[in-house]
Each structure stands twice: as C-alpha cells, then as structure tokens.
C-alpha cells in the first residue's frame, strides 16, 4: 500500500477524442470542478468553436445496458448507449457518436464508435467485446471483478453550459460481484491522538488520526482509494488525502491519515472508499464523524475506560476476530497479533490446546481487546505486529506465564519494550 502524494493531472479530450494526452494542473482550462480539465492552448478552440451553436439543446445521456455484464472463458460483451439528440445532423442518415471506455485492468482509453440505431433517433449504440487476455480493436482489456468506465464529452452543448451537463461518464460491473457499495464497506470512524487513544476533541496544533475500517468480503482482492477530508462548519475544505492500495479476499484493514488542526471550531471529517482516486465507483457509503478544535490544549479521552499505552507505537482497541492459537489472534481491523515475549506451544506440540482454550476463555471473540504495540520490536519475521494484550484489565501476555500455559523468550529480552515489565523479569527477562 502507499500514500498516493495529490497532483492534480487532467486528459485533453480534444475534437472527438482524436487525441488523449496528460497535462500538468497548471496548464489546465477547468470545464468542471467534477471532471479534468482541457489543456488551456485548447480553451480558445472550445470558447469560439461552441459560440455558434444553438442554444436550442437536449442534455446527453449515457449508460451500460446492464449494471453488470458476464465474463466466462475470459471473454464477453458489453453494450453503451448514448442518447443525445443534437448529434442529428443529418435526418435521413445514422450518424456517429465516438466515447471513450477503459477498465480497472486497462486504464488507457480506447475509442469506440457508437452507431445510431435508427436516422433520426438520436439514440447510438454499441456491443463490443471484453477479454481478459489483451484489449485489440473494439476489445477491451477486462478482467473478472473489474469496473468499466464510458467517458462522453457532449460538443453540442452551448459555451454558457459546457460544464457537468457536458461531461458524462457511466460505470458497469465485470463478472460475479456484488453490488459497488457492499465491496468494502467503512465503518467504526474515530478520532485519535497521537498515541492511540480515542478522543471526541483536541487542540490547535495537536496532531490526530483520522481513522476506520474497511473490508473485503468478496472471494477476491479489490483495489480501493480510501479518502479522507476534513470541513469546517462554513462548509469550506480544509484537508483531503487519500491512501490507495489492494485488499486481499475476505479481509479487514484499520486506515488512517494524521493531520494537525490550525484553527479551532467544529469539524466533520469524511471518509470515502472508492474503486480507485481516478474512478470514483464508489465501495461504500461515505461515512461521517464530527469532533471540535478547542485554542488550548483540553485534548480527553472518551469516557469508556480504555487502557493506555506505553511508548508511541500503535495503541489499538479491537475486537477479536479469530485466536490461532495462545499467542496469536486476529484483530477485526485486519491485524494479525502475536504475543510479545509470551511463547505457547504450537498444534503439533503438547500443550496447544490448553493454552489456545485458556486464550479463548480470557479474550474470547468477540470481546474488545487492548493491544499495545512493541516499540522495540514492532513485528515479527512472518510481519504479525508483535505487542501487550489486555483483556478485561488483564496482561494476556502475563497471565499465560502464571498459569503454566507459556514460557518467555529470553532471546528478545533485550529487543522487547516489555522485558522491564515484573511478569517478564520473573520469568527470566
């Protein structure tokens, strides 16, 4: 995964798509604050060559045919349609329409003429082809799970409308998948301090981490953009950002961006997940959390008693999805935990299933657990983050050794922020 760094690029759709090109921002003619942007040597070329156009007009519509089409054997067919009116030039022929599509696997735009079915009707279609091998003319490049885009620049519109009304876009489905907003779902937003712990407020120049999770219950691994942005109470923006990276199948993740408020108020802060930062098909809904800067420090906790921790690794607070054994379980924001120090016995050993029973019954799924990451030793060699787990006030890690379910690894005692802590010093550290 990796922090997508914002510089704005923007396509040059110029004539009927005879050219695709990308231009930095600060050459860009915004038509839209919606779509990209048209190169500015071009803005002359759009301001005179609509000003003649009638400003008698019919607002383009463009769709798929269906929300989602099927691919079996690496190939299928998809169809776009277009209704605008105005191409009728001509009311004794079938005139022509050009658009663009792309796709999750093939992000280049290919043009596709689209015929009018019949003269005078204003209506254009196409059924073309999709493969998962190469795209080819009037072949697109599409693979099982992907998002297929149509881009559509209406030229017949008047220079005084040549905005969001002129720039269509549609999105279909490929293959076996649910519907956009249930392919990662958000949820559980918080606020966060700099050391983990949750809060409904902060101060002036406090850093804090906006945070949530989002899963992938498909059978696949989906690509996403996940979106923060911040307002104030006047509406204005005042932070975006963005992480964009790859969800392996049935799985969670916990993300988050910092930020340092400048001015007090009350903000909102909302976070979007989208199929990527250039396709906004939208994963899931957009979800919402208010909190206030205050100009002094009055930064609290939110009163459910959670656990503190020590140093400035992560500090999170988590349910339980799954126990793999004592000394390792699976968090519901998608982190693998292991014990840190704490050794119990693996499957094959004697002992496994008391220790992995006693875990279970003091930390049972389900139940929220506090895990304090090492700040020595933050993850082990199979990448598990290694850290104290409290469970109801309770040191897992201490209370596996007491009840002769464990044995410390005297090894990282000197790599381990906890080797200080009474329950590992009694037990060799």
């Known amino acids: 995964m990796k922090t997508s760094v914002l510089i704005v690029f923007a396509m040059v759709l110029f004539s009927l798509f005879g050219t695709v090109q990308y231009i930095h921002a600060e050459d860009c003619f ?255 809904p957009p979800i919402h959390i208010d909190f206030t800067v205050s100009d002094e420090n009055t930064t609290h906790s939110l009163p459910d008693d959670k656990i503190m921790c020590s140093g400035t690794a992560l500090c999170l607070t988590e349910k339980i999805l799954r126990i793999v054994d004592g000394d390792t379980i699976y968090l519901s924001g998608g982190y693998e935990v292991r014990l840190s120090l704490t050794n119990t016995p693996e499957r094959h050993q004697i002992g496994f299933y008391d220790a992995s029973r006693f875990t279970a019954e003091m930390c049972p799924v389900t139940s929220t657990v506090t895990v304090d990451q090492d700040d020595l030793q933050p993850y082990d060699a199979y990448d598990r983050l290694l850290g104290k787990v409290t469970c109801d006030h309770k040191t897992l890690n201490a209370e596996l050794l007491y009840a002769g379910h464990a044995n410390i690894l005297t090894q990282f005692c000197f790599t381990s922020e906890f080797s200080s802590e009474l329950w590992a010093q009694e037990f060799g550290c």
């Open 30 to 284: 915004y038509v839209t604050r919606y779509t990209p942007c048209i190169d500015s040597k071009y803005s002359d070329y759009f301001t005179t060559t609509f000003s003649g156009i009638d400003p008698s007009f019919t607002l383009a519509k463009l769709d798929w045919k269906e929300a989602s089409f099927p691919i079996k054997n690496g190939t299928g067919f998809v169809t776009v349609i277009l209704k605008d009116p105005d191409l009728n030039r001509d009311v004794s022929y079938k005139e022509t329409a050009n658009v663009l599509v792309y796709s999750d696997s093939d992000s280049e735009f290919h043009v596709i003429e689209l015929r009018e079915t019949e003269s005078n009707s204003g209506k254009f279609e196409r059924t073309f082809g999709i493969s998962d091998s190469r795209s080819a003319p009037s072949v697109i490049l599409t693979r099982d799970g992907d998002t297929i885009g149509v881009v559509y620049v209406d030229t017949t519109m008047p220079p005084d409308h040549f905005g969001s009304d002129a720039y269509l876009m549609s999105t279909a489905l490929i293959g076996s998948t649910g519907p956009p907003l249930e392919r990662a779902p958000a949820s559980d937003p918080k606020i966060l301090d700099v050391s983990g712990n949750l809060i409904d407020s902060t101060a002036v120049g406090e850093q804090i981490q906006i945070t949530s999770d989002i899963t992938n219950e498909q059978n696949r691994e989906q690509k996403f953009a996940y979106i923060v942005m911040i307002h104030d109470d006047t509406e204005t923006v005042v932070y975006l950002a963005w992480i964009d990276g790859t969800l392996n199948s049935e799985s969670s993740f916990s993300l988050s961006a910092s930020w340092i408020p400048q001015n007090a108020g009350n903000y909102v802060a909302t976070m979007f997940v989208w199929e990527s930062i250039t396709n906004p098909t939208a994963l899931s």
